[in-house]
């Protein structure tokens, strides 16, 4: 599974998880649908959720105006996702980063979605 195929597949497991009684197992192997799992797709899914308090906390420093539950679901999925690669895989380039998840916004998202991650994301970067 190539990289961005593991993230939209990310996005949409951790989409998932929020607000169900999901356990991770059970949000990726519905995703996944028969196909193998990946362990790249794998650790940024258990990665996002394990450090999910940390990742909101410093989303929610860099949000300007805006509360971490204000925001559409699938912005703060992305977002989530995007800023734990950031913050806990030094390995990932921030710019292929900032790019992924600026193309999954376009993918599940609007252009709207597009530019409001950009924004929040362009705030991390060194």
């Not at 996005?11 to 949000?27: M, P």
């Not at 105006?65 to 806990?88: C, H, N, P, Q």
């Amino acid at each position: 599974m190539k990289r961005r195929e593991a993230r939209e597949k990310a996005v949409q497991s951790l989409f998932q998880l929020e607000g169900t009684e999901l356990t991770i197992e059970e949000a990726m192997a519905y995703v996944l649908e028969e196909q193998e799992t990946d362990a790249f797709f794998e650790s940024v899914v258990r990665g996002t959720v394990e450090n999910q308090e940390a990742i909101d906390a410093s989303l929610t420093e860099k949000l300007e105006k805006w509360s971490l539950g204000r925001l559409g679901k699938i912005d703060r999925t992305i977002l989530r996702l995007a800023v734990y690669e950031l913050l806990y895989t030094p390995e990932t380039p921030q710019s292929v980063v900032m790019n992924e998840a600026i193309e999954l916004s376009k993918t599940f998202g609007d252009d709207k979605t597009s530019k409001f991650v950009n924004g929040v994301l362009s705030k991390y970067q060194a």
